[in-house]
């Protein structure tokens, strides 16, 4: 049997990162990232999230690349019941935080999404005391939606549908 190699589905070269499939081939590479001790309660385990995107039809899961070294884990997905496109998961693992993987990836996963669905916002949220999260995502233009639920924090990002 033949091992499939993770696609790259988006990439930037002056960064060097990209975002990739998960095959066989990386699996295990990508359950192995995780985030320092301090932030466990910020995001849930890339296994769950896996687990999740195989019963959820909707929910696409990444890979973070920096070259050829994984250093994170994204998903995105459409909530059904709220009719809205989410970005669900951004995980950056410890060793690989402050480098600016974190932004390159949102910023790919943004135009991704944006190109493969034509949606005209999205959203995400992020754990209250997670202020990084919080921080970014304001700076990539998210807005505070006045609502929260489950201890987070709920942003949502108008777009340019036409993407000019």
């Known amino acids: 049997m033949t ?10 070269a002056a960064t060097e990162v990209s975002l990739r499939t998960i095959t066989r081939a990386n699996f295990r590479s990508l359950m192995r990232l ?3 001790e301090s932030q466990q309660n910020f995001v849930a385990d ?14 696409q899961p990444f890979g973070i690349y920096h070259g050829d070294e994984p250093v994170g884990f994204t998903m995105y997905g459409y909530d059904d019941e709220s009719g809205r496109w989410w970005i669900i998961r951004l995980m950056l693992d410890e060793r690989h935080q402050a480098k600016g993987y974190g932004r390159a990836a949102m910023l790919l996963l943004i135009d991704l999404m944006r ?12 754990v209250r005391d997670n ?6 995502y304001r700076q990539l233009g998210f807005t505070d939606t006045g609502q929260s ?6 942003l949502r990002l108008s777009l340019d549908v036409d993407g000019a």
Request: cysteine-free.
């Open 3 to 12: 091992t499939r190699e993770p696609v790259i589905v988006a990439h930037n």
């Open 34 to 36: 995780s985030v320092g």
């Open 46 to 59: 890339n296994r769950a999230s896996v687990a999740e995107a195989y019963v959820e039809e909707s929910f």
């Open 115 to 126: 190109s493969r669905h034509r949606m005209a916002e999205m959203y995400t949220s992020h």
């Open 131 to 136: 202020e990084v999260a919080g921080r970014l």
């Open 149 to 154: 639920g489950e201890g987070e924090v709920l």
